[in-house]
């Protein structure tokens, strides 16, 4: 896989190593300092975003980097998030003897979440290789429609599973491995530990700093340079000597992980309902959205893009009724007037300000090119629709006379 | 089942049409299914047919009317957001129907266009058995409703193979460069193409709204879930392909109706979807779809 020589094996080492260190202290001083600031209200919020950088990045490596549109991220999401909550309320009765929080920050409990978010992000990958492996074969839009199906059959299971979740007694009467049936079913999994809350948001700013990291790393190492030739051009990457599918399958399985991880850590956030209806297509939607809108292939831009679509709906609650209108349009908008999302393929300091002003300039009077299109659509149905009508009846062929652009 | 079968068909047409020609999914498409059966709604009560006592021409004028209103809507929705992103990546018309679908889903909870509320829907048809096959009661809805999409599909297969603009439908959607070249109005036919689209789902609309009676809020999951079990009806019968959506759509019927009859009425989506990944796993194109090899 890697070409190039690299620097000594100590060299190697430290470079991998203090990225990791650096991400450690920083999430600590999310901990510590950012999270005590601010208090709940925004310390809830810095949570969520928190959590939208994870799913959002990970879906950027598959979709932005790869160029493969997935739609049952929210899938993996909950096959994450399930496996991980049910080892730590069933690992935490079994293993602490309470389903509450037990220990404080770095504690037992806390490990056992680590380890429950990463066995749910393997699960996860598991899920994605799964699906991955046929669909990614086939070109285009089917491993959307692949992945689709998938999230919808992972809820409609979840949803199946037994409504009562166990109390802690009968769990600690039962043998460990008759547990697996009781996830809440439709209802959702509810009484575990939360343990991510406003003023412990260091696990998920931790799982922030890594999946940036590995993005990171992924996009300009040999293998995320493989991905962007497949999303150029699979033919052309195909014929380079790229095997493609291999390379997919590895991006997706990558991606799939890291929102196993993600959903882990949604299913631990206090205030947060484990509930299957929360993860369907619907879900899958927002993070798409995040990473469509931050730039598909930009890590920062996704970034960006997750804290914006997770803020501005809370800013905007009170005109609850017209915010999702307004988001839907600026969505339209967005695509119509920059195609390439916030950053598109670059990174935050790999942009040319002056073609974001020149961007900018020409905004308006692309709107205004857009919003020119209205009347002329009334009036264009209007006009031609009864002669358009007669046309198709009679079977007489089309007249033609030009559209307006 | 029949019934069934003929609702999945008369959306899923709506989706294999626009992919036959644009290469797109639709997402927005779900939500003209859930516009059209509300403008049913809305059109019954101004007009004051609110039940048993409707005259008979009432569902043909409330279906026609809601049919007419959604084709308007297909048009606008093709112009105002996918035209301009016609030369753009399909992700991003992907992403633009999807927002076209948040944004009709939304509007419709507004409290002067369709409200928050699930409502009724009156009872346009009569329900009382019109014959009964095997100790199976067949209601006169039910034949009526089957009666109707089938003629509706019927005309469709006419219009797409029999007629000019048909063959210039045809004619797009295998090259649009040709199509263009050879003088079709490329733009003016995909904009019929979504009229004729738009106008089936509004039928598929209605047809849901007489024969469950009950008409959920715009934004309400089922409508996705109608959607896109539609639309897997058109992935199984080789989506792009008339007759493949029309076949799926019954296949799908078929599959959900005894699964869920024989099996387990709560895995019934289970099904469906297993369905389409089996499928796709098998035979890519869909049934009846023929397998395109992409080259340079």
């Given amino acids: 896989m890697s070409g190039q020589p690299g620097p000594g094996a100590v060299m190697s080492t430290v470079r991998s190593i203090v990225p990791l260190l650096v991400a450690l202290v920083l999430a600590y001083l999310m901990q510590t300092v950012v999270a005590t600031m601010i208090g709940d209200f925004y310390g809830k919020m810095l949570v969520d975003v928190g959590i939208a950088i994870v799913l959002g990045v990970s879906l950027g490596i598959v979709n932005g980097f790869a160029g493969q549109f997935s739609l049952g991220h929210a899938g993996f999401m909950a096959v994450g998030g399930y496996t991980a909550a049910a080892i730590v309320y069933y690992g935490s009765i079994k293993l602490f003897g309470t389903k509450a929080i037990y220990g404080g920050f770095l504690g037992p409990g806390e490990l056992l979440l680590l380890g429950a978010c990463l066995a749910g992000g393997v699960a996860a990958a598991i899920a994605g290789w799964l699906v991955g492996l046929p669909s990614l074969r086939l070109r285009g839009d089917y491993l959307a429609i692949v992945t689709l199906g998938f999230g919808e059959i992972i809820r409609v299971l979840i949803q199946q599973t037994d409504d009562v979740v166990l109390s802690v007694e009968k769990v600690k009467q039962t043998d460990w491995y008759v547990l697996r049936d009781n996830l809440g079913g439709g209802l959702g999994f509810i009484g575990g530990p939360r343990y991510i809350d406003p003023k412990n948001p260091f696990w998920v700013w931790l799982f922030v700093a890594v999946v940036c990291l590995v993005a990171y790393r992924v996009k300009y190492s040999n293998q995320g340079r493989q991905l962007l030739a497949v999303r150029e051009n699979e033919i052309a990457a195909e014929a380079m000597g790229i095997q493609t599918t291999r390379a997919k399958v590895s991006a997706f399985m990558m991606s799939a992980f890291f929102a196993g991880v993600g959903g882990g850590l949604y299913a631990h956030e206090l205030g947060n309902s484990l509930r299957p209806a929360d993860l369907g297509f619907q879900r899958s939607i927002d993070i798409v959205i995040i990473v469509v809108l931050g730039g598909m292939g930009s890590i920062s831009g996704v970034c960006i893009a997750a804290i914006g679509v997770t803020l501005l709906p809370e800013i905007f609650r009170e005109f609850s009724e017209y915010r999702m209108i307004v988001y839907a349009l600026a969505l339209i908008l967005m695509m119509i007037l920059r195609p390439q999302g916030l950053l598109g393929l670059k990174e935050l300091w790999e942009i040319d300000w002056r073609d974001v002003g020149r961007s900018l300039v020409s905004a308006p009077g692309r709107l205004l090119r857009w919003l020119v299109g209205l009347p002329v659509v009334i009036v264009g149905v209007v006009r031609r629709l009864p002669r358009q009508l007669r046309a198709t009846l009679t079977g007489r062929e089309l007249d033609d006379d030009e559209d307006a652009p | ?296």
Wanted: no cysteine; net charge positive.
């Fill in chain 2, 1 to 296: 089942m029949l019934t069934l079968g003929s609702l999945y068909a008369l959306i899923a047409l709506g989706y294999t049409l626009v992919y036959g020609i644009l290469r797109f999914i639709n997402f927005a498409h779900s939500d003209v299914v859930t516009f059209g059966a509300w403008t049913a709604f809305v059109i019954a009560g101004a007009l004051g047919w609110a039940g048993t006592g409707s005259p008979v021409f009432a569902m043909p004028v409330v279906l026609a009317l809601a049919m007419a209103a959604s084709a308007l809507l297909g048009f606008t929705i093709e112009r105002l957001a996918y035209r301009p992103l016609r030369r753009a990546p399909r992700l991003n018309v992907l992403i633009t129907a999807i927002g076209v679908s948040l944004f009709l889903q939304n509007v419709g909870q507004l409290d002067y266009t369709f409200g928050t509320q699930p409502q009724r829907m009156p009872r346009l048809l009569s329900e009382s058995a019109l014959f009964t096959i095997a100790g199976v009661r067949v209601a006169t809805s039910d034949v009526v409703l089957v009666a109707l999409a089938l003629v509706l599909l019927v005309l469709l297969q006419w219009l797409v193979f029999r007629t000019k603009l048909g063959m210039a439908m045809r004619a797009v959607s295998w090259n649009e460069q040709t199509a263009s070249l050879m003088g079709i109005a490329v733009d003016r036919v995909i904009s019929i193409t979504f009229m004729i689209g738009s106008a089936l789902a509004a039928a598929g609309g209605v047809l849901y709204g007489l024969r469950y009676h009950q008409l959920n809020q715009t934004a309400d999951a089922i409508w996705v879930l109608l959607g896109l079990k539609a639309f897997v009806a058109a992935v199984v019968g080789g989506i792009g392909n008339v007759r493949g959506a029309v076949a799926g759509a019954f296949l799908i019927a078929a599959i959900e109706m005894f699964g869920a009859a024989y099996r387990s009425p709560q895995m019934r989506d289970v099904y469906v979807f297993g369905v389409l990944i089996i499928v796709l796993l098998v035979r890519p194109a869909g049934l009846l779809g023929n397998a395109t090899v992409e080259k340079v």
